[in-house]
């Protein structure tokens, strides 16, 4: 009972760096996309076939 | 290859999200500690400065990269890579801060360990004052890069010999060299947060090159474009 109730004065605490990491993976994940995308654009228009 | 890389960073996410859920939840309380739950933020502290030296030693290695190639690119990777060893740096000095409070009473007592790490941030700091000093691209990078050779340096003796060379220091001797320095459990999730602290670093940085790498492919691409049409513009006066 002791432990368990230790752990649940924890948690509050836990979120916040959990919280934290989830928002920086999502947005270094959306960036990645993002980031290939645009490599894969600027290749097309060095090689050429990207132009109009 | 590309598919590895995707599924490790996926993984990433549970890796690091265990690893923080480890450190509260399954580590016992330091019982020989003044503040026995707090005194678990060791496994977050620690692992900031073990990367953060990395970060500095990968940013080295693009700066000497940088002198000898001279390839712009490899300076904005040495950039990246100084800014992540900055803010590692930061969050050392914070969590240490923390756990200098409820273990020693205050957040700063002007130990050796603190007083080094104050230097080595301003150095750190210094790098990004002298680079918004210069408007010349070249002599930016030149500069920088003899820059983060000098903060090198710097990293091991503040970190590791100036500490260790005394021991008036509130700081504990041996705690990662030495089989009594860490509870097993403790070491597994301390171990555990390099792991997953240096491949999230990583990530950021190829991000930082990478996005570096557009910006110079999309500066340079303006400039011949810019040179192209004012030669016609030269043409057409000429005719």
Redesign the interface.
Known sequence: MHLLG??S???P??IV??LV??A??FY??N??GR?KR??EQ?RL??SGEGRD | MYGVIKLLKLLLLPFVSATIVGGFLWLPPALNFRSPDLARIVVFHVPCSIVAMIASAVATWHAIRYLWKRSLIDDIKAQGSFTFALLLWVLTTVTGAVFARSQWGAYWSWDIKQAAILILLMIFAAYFALRAAMDDERKRATLGSVYILFALIAVPYLTLALPNSTNDTLHPKGTLTTKEGLDPRYAIVLWAGVVALTAVYAWAASLSGSIGALEFARRQRMGSIMAQSSTVTIVEKVH
């Open positions: 230790r752990m004065a924890l948690v605490l836990m760096p959990l990491w989830g920086v993976w270094m994940w960036l990645d980031v645009l490599e600027n228009d060095e």
